[in-house]
Every structure is written in structure tokens, then in C-alpha cells.
């Protein structure tokens, strides 16, 4: 299993950035896809961005242009670049990694989530 710890959440005004961070530990091997969902009070959750381990990354609609994932794999890292936030982003953020495992298994494992409040 991977070990997925989040950071970098907090309060930001509308207008400003953050940089979430999801790092990896324990069996970090053959994690093809990284990125996270969010969910916002009273709102379905949502995939919002994506990086594969080919380096192609995907983003939510209403999120494009805005955010954008990194990574670092020297530290087993990826990061979420989040700019011109809107209150609408406001929301849990919770990191996920997809393994295969035993050959053919798929395995999902998630992140402790972040808090992102984007308010004045």
C-alpha cells in the first residue's frame, strides 16, 4: 500500500494561489495515475485534475486554465498549482494514487484531504 499525505490547504482570497502537495511513501511503485477529487459543501465530488505516470495531465472543466499538476519524482511528490481561485473552489481536496498490483489489480489509495477556503 501507498501512503498519501496532503498539505499545502488553507485560506485564501479570491484572486490568490496555493500549491497543494500530495507525497507518496511506503509501496510506491508502479503508480501510473496521481490527482485529486474535491468535494465543496453540499456538492458531488469531483475529479479535478490528473497527472499520469507518462506525464500527461487532465483537468476538470472548471478548473482549466486555472490549475495545474506538477511533479517531482525524485521526492515521490506531485503538486496542485491552484491560481485565480474562486470562492467556488472552496472545498476538501483529497489526493489519490492508482497502483497495479499483483499483475493485474487495481488499487486506489487516498490522501488524509486538505482543506482549500477561498473567501474574503
Known amino acids: 500500500q501507498v501512503q498519501l499525505v496532503e498539505s499545502g490547504g488553507g485560506l485564501v482570497q479570491p484572486g490568490g494561489s496555493l500549491r497543494l502537495s500530495c507525497a507518496a511513501s511506503?509501496?510506491?511503485?508502479?503508480?501510473?495515475?496521481m490527482g485529486w477529487y474535491r468535494q465543496g459543501p453540499g456538492q458531488q465530488r469531483e475529479l479535478v485534475a490528473r497527472?499520469?505516470?507518462?506525464?500527461?495531465?487532465n483537468y476538470a472543466d472548471t478548473v482549466k486554465g486555472r490549475f495545474s499538476v506538477s511533479r517531482n519524482n525524485a521526492k515521490n511528490t506531485i503538486y496542485l498549482q491552484m491560481n485565480s481561485l474562486k470562492p467556488e473552489d472552496t472545498a476538501g481536496y483529497y489526493c489519490?494514487?492508482?497502483?497495479?498490483?499483483?499483475?493485474?489489480?487495481?488499487?486506489?489509495?487516498w490522501g488524509q484531504g486538505t482543506d482549500v477556503t477561498v473567501s474574503t
Open positions: 511506503g509501496m510506491i511503485i508502479s503508480i501510473y495515475e
Open positions: 497527472i499520469f505516470s507518462t506525464g500527461v495531465d
Open positions: 489519490y494514487g492508482d497502483q497495479i498490483k499483483d499483475g493485474s489489480q487495481i488499487f486506489r489509495s
